[in-house]
Each structure stands twice: as structure tokens, then as C-alpha cells.
């Protein structure tokens, strides 16, 4: 069974009561800071580095989850501070052993779909044999050129409810 969704608000920085802070809403904490301290996402947060996370909230709704960002984005600086400090004091990074645990498939990477080890591949004959049967198959079809008049043509053949 799937985990249920629990929305986050969160702050990131780059260093300790740093100029550049960054508030913003995930589903997945821990996914989310992965990519931001990975740099996968281009944009705010890999351009200015922030790499620490130093405050998150959890809630059951995600309406709540919205609301209370765009509160915390209306602040100013100082209160954003005094909330961070109000839960971490020393703006450690909360997700400093997050990467020992979480080890995600990267959405960049080719996956590979899984086939059967026969031969034939779950067909009943090999990629080879396929090809000429198909050719063998389309070789008996008589072609057709089809042609596209310039004006339409409406028939009473092809379209008797028609009206004339």
C-alpha cells in the first residue's frame, strides 16, 4: 500500500543566519532535499547553494501546507529568523544523515522494462523470425494509393441522410 501524501513547508539556507533563505512545499521532505542538495532542480535554490535545511513543518492538508507558506513568505526576514531559531537554534542542517538513508532512483536515468529471458521473448518466436512473418504478412496486401481531392465531394452514396 502507498504512503499517504504529508505535505511540508521548509526553509532552506546555505549557512548559518544567512542572507539567502528559501521557504517552500513538498509532499516529500526528504526527496525534495535530496534534490536540493544534489542540484537537480534548476533554479533558486542550486543557484545560491542552499543546501541546509534548518526548519519544517508537517501537516495532515495540503490547503494548510499552502497557506501556511504563503504565510511565512509574507514575513520579513527577521521573523522568518526568529521562527528557524524557535526550532533550531544553531541552524544545524536537519537533514545532515538524510543521505545515509534515502537513495533514490535518479528520474534523469534510463530504466530498463523487464522481458522475459527466452528467447522468444514471450511472442512464441525470436525478434527475427517477427520481422519476416510481418513482411511476409504485409507483402500480401494489395496497396491502395489514397488521394486527397482538392474540394470535397458529398454523394448521396457516402452520405445518404445528407441534405442537398
Request: hydrophobic share 30%; proline share 7%.
Amino acid at each position: 500500500m502507498r504512503r499517504a501524501k504529508r505535505p511540508h513547508v521548509y526553509i532552506m539556507t546555505n549557512r548559518q543566519r544567512s542572507h539567502v533563505l528559501y521557504t517552500g512545499i513538498t509532499d516529500n521532505l526528504v526527496r525534495r532535499v535530496w534534490e536540493h542538495k544534489n542540484k537537480i532542480v534548476e533554479g533558486f535554490t542550486s543557484r545560491y547553494s542552499l543546501t541546509r535545511l534548518v526548519y519544517y513543518e508537517c501537516f495532515f492538508y495540503p490547503d494548510a501546507a499552502i497557506n501556511r507558506e504563503k504565510e511565512i513568505k509574507g514575513w520579513r526576514r527577521s521573523k522568518k529568523i526568529r521562527l528557524v531559531e524557535s526550532m533550531n537554534p544553531h541552524w544545524h542542517d536537519l537533514a545532515e544523515r538524510w543521505s545515509e538513508v534515502y537513495k533514490p532512483d535518479l528520474a534523469g536515468a534510463p530504466r530498463e522494462i523487464p522481458r522475459p529471458l527466452e528467447k522468444t521473448r514471450g511472442f512464441g518466436m525470436t525478434p527475427s523470425e517477427r520481422g519476416s512473418a510481418y513482411n511476409l504478412a504485409s507483402s500480401h496486401i494489395p496497396s491502395r494509393k489514397l488521394s486527397c481531392p482538392s474540394e470535397p465531394r458529398f454523394t448521396k452514396e457516402l452520405f445518404p441522410f445528407a441534405r442537398a
